[in-house]
């Protein structure tokens, strides 16, 4: 923070509040998916469908609407902490606990200095898109890596808890951030999941500290190149959305009864944004299986991934502990009409999800029933292999070995054992039993 202990914090925390009503998270139910077999998240095939509630009334005869939720239902800790901080000045602050204390600091810091980190992002972002402009003879392609570095640098790594993360480092052209900084990120292994079923490398991984002493795995993110909003929702019939009955005031969001508004949901928007969604979703649901399976204790278990362009983002949630799966709506990264300045409400929304341990009440249930409203049905798709999912994940995988028709092949011993009496005899019983 800038020197004055006596400066309140910046209002551009607490400006941005009152629009974040906006953002909502559609309730999706998988339909398929090919959840059981060996596949690399780059070839996930997840179909799935927004879960509509069908309800009849005397008034109303027949009404459907989709089944949303709001984030300041989701994130009501947050929320309530930030109002909480409202006034308070960076002496203020002192007083809180450790890890609200950090959060909040780490957000005000981010506003303080929020001019230089847009100089950064617009920077690499130009670069980028004049480099995909340009032809000779054929187009160049712009270099993902160097708008994943920018974001993680200049965004999500200073938002997140302990400002700290891993890029996949098999990623092509890695170098240091092409904004000037000159700053080399981290590189390692960010495989998760295992070879068995869903598994792969995420593009970010964010860590901290919190109460444990070594680093542990907190968020993901993926970076999306080309990931638009269109105005233009797609036609959507009665067959294409899910249906559920409910009875009067059961299982609804408590503080939303309309669609959501400013936005539009996963399945709605044009493009080919609903195909990279599937891997959003699967990385979503293997890495917060993981979170359960490491982490059993946790407070809940909804788990985020961030899935952003230079343009816009979007927030995808899996419930481990519920099987609950939901998705936000697109939300613009910088202003609309103030071209070049990063929207506060796209800030303070990533702060809150990227601390989603601290501020994500989760969803509260007070019947039974109502949770099975809300499953998203991955757990009883993934069929004999929900046990690898809950207990068999594996995280900072380098590689992952091949499997083929549910046996596992260990490529380096296969290799070695070439023309080995142990091979020669392997091929032999093959060929006698296709006699």
């Not at 999941?193 to 593009?203: P, R």
């Not at 508004?261 to 917060?288: C, R």
């Amino acid at each position: 923070m800038a020197d004055g202990e006596n400066e309140t914090l910046n209002k551009g925390i607490f400006l941005a509040l009152p629009h974040l009503d906006k953002v909502k998270f559609a309730v999706l139910e998988i339909i398929n998916c090919n959840a059981t077999q060996s596949v690399s998240f780059s070839d996930v095939f997840c179909k799935f469908e927004i879960v509509k509630l069908e309800r009849e009334e005397q008034e109303l005869k027949h009404e459907v609407r989709s089944l949303n939720v709001n984030f300041s239902t989701l994130f009501k800790t947050g929320f309530d902490f930030i109002n909480k901080c409202k006034g308070m000045t960076r002496e203020d602050i002192e007083d809180l606990n450790t890890n609200e204390k950090k959060a909040i600091t780490i957000l005000d810091d981010y506003f303080q200095n929020i001019g230089a980190h847009e100089q950064s992002l617009n920077k690499v972002f130009q670069m980028e898109k004049e480099k995909k402009d340009q032809t000779y003879g054929k187009k160049i392609s712009p270099s993902e890596t160097n708008i994943t570095i920018a974001l993680a640098e200049h965004l999500l790594g200073k938002l997140a808890p302990g400002q700290s993360f891993v890029i996949y480092g098999g990623s092509k052209n890695k170098g240091n951030c092409k904004c000037g900084c000159e700053v080399t990120p981290n590189y390692g292994s960010t495989g998760i999941g295992h070879e068995e079923v869903w598994h792969g490398h995420i593009d970010i991984i964010f860590s901290s500290h919190h109460l444990e002493d070594t680093d542990e795995d907190e968020c993901i993110a993926k970076f999306e190149s080309s990931l638009k909003s269109d105005e233009s929702p797609t036609e959507t019939t009665s067959t294409s959305l899910k249906r559920r009955k409910m009875d009067d005031g059961a299982c609804e969001d408590k503080e939303s009864k309309e669609d959501s508004p400013g936005g539009k949901l996963i399945t709605e928007v044009k493009g080919h944004t609903v195909g990279t969604s599937e891997q959003a979703i699967a990385q979503a649901i293997v890495f917060s299986l993981l979170q359960k399976q490491r982490h059993p204790n946790f407070q809940n278990h909804m788990i985020p991934n961030i899935l952003i362009s230079p343009e816009f983002f979007q927030i995808v949630l899996y419930d481990a502990e519920h099987d609950i799966l939901l998705c936000s709506n697109f939300l613009d990264l910088f202003n609309v009409n103030d071209e070049g300045c990063l929207s506060s409400e796209a800030v303070v929304t990533l702060w809150l999800v990227l601390h989603y341990r601290l501020f994500c009440k989760g969803l509260v249930f007070e019947e039974p029933t109502e949770v099975e409203i809300f499953k998203s049905n991955f757990q009883e798709l993934a069929k004999d292999k929900w046990h690898i999912y809950t207990n068999c994940l594996k995280n900072s995988v380098p590689g992952f070995p091949v499997v083929e028709n549910d046996i596992r092949i260990d490529t380096w011993n296969r290799k070695v054992l070439q023309g080995t009496e142990y091979s020669k005899g392997m091929k032999k019983r093959k060929l006698l039993e296709n006699i």
